[in-house]
């Protein structure tokens, strides 16, 4: 039994012994040294810190593969061997080349410099196919994002001496992929024609070659979900939602078609509407009147979105800045009804901290803040911020005027960043140009608008074209002493040939101004005049209509004028209205006695989108003070004021006994007119906005009327003359008007129809002025 007990212990120690040496065998080969060869630029050094292995490092296969894979992906070599030869390491490299030079070939609708931007791969950076395939990538969809999605790329690669190359990118642009039709599935209460108006996108027609939104784009397209979801929503369709939104590319990559799967759920109505403040002087029972969701009402997401501006607005003018409002929605389907319940949550009442102006390079901080409404210690107010924005971009010596209210250092204080970017302000130009009324024109002008980067005004321009003459040089200091107060001044010289009257006037004169504010929006201005006229009638007629007014005259006149301006941009007004009454008393010496009266409004609406409606009316009246209005002071109607017509083509007329048609055409002016416009601008697309293109669709009436002589003459020839067109019957007319601000000057067509005239009247149907500037 022992024996067998022994016999047991000697095996089990021996397959213990057998076992131990291969569980300790040492694994590999200690490495005594590396080396690397193939390498021309890159050290080895810096190859070996890429190495998993080093100098007394145990090489294995796993080890090996892992340097050999670092090392490619620093995209410094084409190739990499790494391997033992007996205890050495050894590597061996193929270096990338250095890229020489990189050149587009075949693009016509990108430039380099845009093509450039958008790659990685510059000169004297290492090549690697994998980022010239990357680059590629990034050129195929820059054309995408323009809608050519037949464009191709194809890199080329040309081999230098020490180890460089020039990569070429060759680049088919090919043709736009245009949006060929959108399809609507799923749509019963509004048809197709109705959706595909509420998108950006559109279906690309032939008319359409100012368009660029036929195009295909997929971030429009998810805006214009947005767009559908909001229209749906705007007509009570609170369940609304796109189940699918596909955009398939024709075989031919001609044509993109756009199919839209929509569920629209039932209509609802505004259930319970209520509003909760957790801010004492806010009080919910007044808030809830200038909410526009009412109960019963129709649901319309914009209208919750206007009711939390109009809180904030309310919020902002009782000095509360960072009012956080929000609307809860609870949405009962069984009754089909939309629950609102604004919650206005506790903030403090702000004030301005500090006022920061940024990005003036040249204009003076305290041009822009003396149109600032608030100044740092008052308490905060919306109205007055949204007015200070917009009176400093009525300065017009900014391209962009940006203001953001930010937290001060306190709960309870703000602080006002006003970003602008300023625009150039100053002109020196010459121009030639043409128009159908002026014949061929000649300018020349040194204008600038903000003097010093001060504000100041001043200008010195001259014209010349077959009717007119006229060098005129002016100055306006907008604050005078600091002040709301312009002053201003202006000299003249003008050689005027009132062609259509059958008279020449030559006038040399000066004009003092002064204007200060009355309230924010109306302004008082007050003028003094003096100017001396030389007014010779024509030789061709011996009308006593026109040659009683020959000689020469003094007036001596005092003006003044109240305006009231609401307008948002003084230059092209969205909305807002525009009030002006003047009124000039002539008589403080000089030869000329009279008084004269105008009268203008403009108002501003926008309706749909970027369409914005005006409505416009304007009056005049002159009488003599102890003598007849002469004709070179009475008003003229035409053309612009009334587009249809000729130039002073309305109102009185003389007509000479004997003729079939009117002598020479002479409009005798008038002592009193009116007249009114109605006019839509349309917009005409994304392409023709930024090409600067405008149209509109416009009606004109107005009439003028009231001289001071008798309906008929008889001249020292014995002629007898009579008088037409003497009456305050409206004149109409309709039309359509382009406008492009070209790079050569302003251009502009007028095509109207007079619909109703006087058989006296000029009409005209086609009307155009080019002008450019070089």
């Given at each position: 039994?022992?024996?067998?007990?022994?016999?047991?212990?000697?095996?089990?120690?021996?397959?213990?012994?057998?076992?131990?040496?291969?569980?300790?065998?040492?694994?590999?080969?200690?490495?005594?040294?590396?080396?690397?060869?193939?390498?021309?630029?890159?050290?080895?050094?810096?190859?070996?810190?890429?190495?998993?292995?080093?100098?007394?490092?145990?090489?294995?296969?796993?080890?090996?593969?892992?340097?050999?894979?670092?090392?490619?992906?620093?995209?410094?070599?084409?190739?990499?061997?790494?391997?033992?030869?007996?205890?050495?390491?050894?590597?061996?490299?193929?270096?990338?080349?250095?890229?020489?030079?990189?050149?587009?070939?075949?693009?016509?609708?990108?430039?380099?410099?845009?093509?450039?931007?958008?790659?990685?791969?510059?000169?004297?950076?290492?090549?690697s196919r994998a980022r010239v395939r990357a680059d590629v990538q990034r050129i195929l969809e820059i054309y995408r994002r323009g809608g050519r999605f037949a464009s191709a790329v194809d890199p080329k690669v040309i081999q230098l001496d020490q180890n460089r190359v020039n990569l070429v990118f060759e680049i088919s642009e090919g043709a736009k992929s245009v949006i060929g039709?959108?399809?609507?599935?799923?749509?019963?209460?509004?048809?197709?024609?109705?959706?595909?108006?509420k998108m950006v996108t559109v279906e690309s027609r032939w008319w359409k070659f100012l368009a660029t939104e036929d195009t295909y784009d997929p971030d429009r397209l998810t805006y214009d979900k947005q767009l559908l979801r909001d229209f749906y929503r705007e007509q009570g369709y609170a369940d609304f939602r796109i189940t699918s939104a596909a955009a398939e590319l024709s075989p031919d990559k001609k044509f993109f078609f756009i199919n839209m799967s929509v569920e629209e759920g039932e209509l609802y109505s505004f259930g319970d509407i209520s509003v909760t403040s957790q801010i004492e002087e806010l009080e919910p029972d007044l808030l809830e009147q200038v909410v526009f969701t009412r109960e019963g009402d129709r649901y319309d997401s914009s209208a919750i979105d206007d009711s939390v501006e109009m809180l904030n607005e309310v919020a902002g003018l009782r000095g509360y800045a960072f009012v956080d409002i929000r609307p809860t929605v609870r949405r009962n389907r069984a009754d089909r009804t939309v629950d609102i319940t604004y919650v206005i949550n506790e903030a403090p009442r702000v004030y301005v901290e500090e006022i920061k102006i940024i990005d003036n390079v040249r204009t003076h901080?305290?041009?822009?803040?003396?149109?600032?409404?608030?100044?740092?210690?008052?308490?905060?107010?919306?109205?007055?911020?949204?007015?200070?924005?917009?009176?400093?971009?009525?300065?017009?010596f900014f391209r962009e005027v940006n203001v953001e209210q930010i937290e001060g250092t306190a709960a309870d204080k703000t602080i006002l960043e006003i970003t602008?970017?300023?625009?150039?302000?100053?002109?020196?130009?010459?121009?030639?140009?043409?128009?159908?009324?002026?014949?061929?024109?000649?300018?020349?002008?040194?204008?600038?608008?903000?003097?010093?980067?001060?504000?100041?005004?001043?200008?010195?321009?001259?014209?010349?074209?077959?009717?007119?003459?006229?060098?005129?040089?002016?100055?306006?200091?907008?604050?005078?002493?600091?002040?709301?107060?312009?002053?201003?001044?202006?000299?003249?010289?003008?050689?005027?040939?009132?062609?259509?009257?059958?008279?020449?006037?030559?006038?040399?004169?000066?004009?003092?101004?002064?204007?200060?504010?009355?309230?924010?929006?109306?302004?008082?201005?007050?003028s003094y005049g003096l100017t001396r006229e030389d007014v010779r009638t024509s030789t061709f007629t011996d009308s006593p209509y026109i040659a009683d007014n020959s000689g020469r005259f003094t007036t001596s006149a005092i003006t003044y004028s109240l305006s009231y301006n609401t307008l948002d941009n003084p230059q092209k007004p969205n909305r807002g209205q525009q009030a002006i009454l003047r009124q000039e008393f002539a008589g403080l010496g000089g030869n000329e006695k009279y008084i004269r009266?105008?009268?203008?409004?403009?108002?501003?609406?926008?309706?749909?989108?970027?369409?914005?409606?005006?409505?416009?009316?304007?009056?005049?009246?002159?009488?003599?003070?102890?003598?007849?209005?002469?004709?070179?002071?009475?008003?003229?109607?035409?053309?612009p004021q009334i587009r249809g017509f000729k130039e002073a083509g309305v109102g009185p007329r003389e007509y000479r006994e004997g003729f079939t048609e009117f002598f020479n055409g002479f409009s005798l002016g008038g002592n009193t007119f009116y007249k009114a416009t109605a006019e839509l601008f349309i917009p005409l697309g994304g392409g023709a906005r930024d090409l600067g293109i405008e149209a509109s669709l416009y009606a004109d009436v107005g009439a003028l009327f009231d001289i001071d002589a008798q309906d008929s003459l008889i001249s020292e020839t014995g002629v007898l003359y009579t008088m037409l067109g003497n009456t305050a019957d409206p004149r109409v007319s309709v039309g359509i008007g382009f406008s492009w601000n070209s790079p050569f000057g302003p251009f502009r067509i007028d095509l109207a129809k007079a619909i109703r005239h006087q058989p006296s009247d000029e009409t005209e149907f086609f009307q155009f002025n080019v002008g450019t500037r070089f």
């Open positions: 039994m022992s024996l067998v007990f022994a016999l047991i212990l000697f095996l089990g120690s021996s397959m213990a012994k057998a076992q131990v040496p291969a569980a300790a065998a040492p694994v590999g080969v200690e490495i005594t040294g590396i080396e690397v060869s193939g390498n021309q630029r890159i050290e080895s050094s810096t190859i070996e810190s890429y190495l998993l292995l080093n100098i007394g490092d145990l090489y294995t296969e796993q080890l090996g593969d892992a340097s050999l894979k670092r090392l490619y992906s620093t995209g410094l070599f084409s190739d990499v061997d790494v391997g033992r030869r007996g205890t050495t390491l050894v590597i061996a490299v193929t270096e990338n080349p250095i890229i020489n030079r990189i050149v587009f070939e075949g693009n016509k609708y990108k430039d380099d410099d845009d093509l450039y931007e958008e790659i990685e791969l510059r000169p004297r950076v290492v090549f039709k959108i399809n609507f599935l799923g749509n019963e209460k509004f048809n197709n024609d109705i959706l595909r108006s901080d305290k041009v822009i803040r003396r149109e600032m409404r608030l100044v740092e210690g008052d308490a905060y107010n919306s109205s007055k911020l949204n007015r200070s924005e917009i009176r400093v971009q009525a300065l017009q602008v970017e300023e625009q150039p302000t100053g002109e020196l130009s010459a121009g030639l140009g043409y128009s159908s009324f002026e014949g061929l024109l000649v300018n020349f002008s040194i204008a600038e608008r903000n003097l010093l980067g001060k504000g100041q005004f001043i200008r010195l321009g001259t014209q010349l074209s077959k009717r007119r003459k006229e060098v005129e040089l002016g100055f306006t200091e907008p604050y005078f002493w600091d002040r709301r107060l312009a002053l201003g001044a202006d000299i003249f010289l003008r050689d005027t040939n009132f062609i259509e009257s059958g008279f020449r006037n030559k006038q040399v004169g000066t004009n003092l101004r002064v204007g200060f504010p009355l309230t924010e929006y109306v302004v008082m201005g007050l009266t105008t009268a203008q409004y403009d108002f501003y609406t926008p309706l749909i989108g970027q369409w914005v409606f005006n409505i416009g009316a304007e009056g005049g009246h002159i009488f003599g003070l102890g003598q007849d209005v002469r004709l070179n002071k009475r008003f003229f109607l035409g053309n």
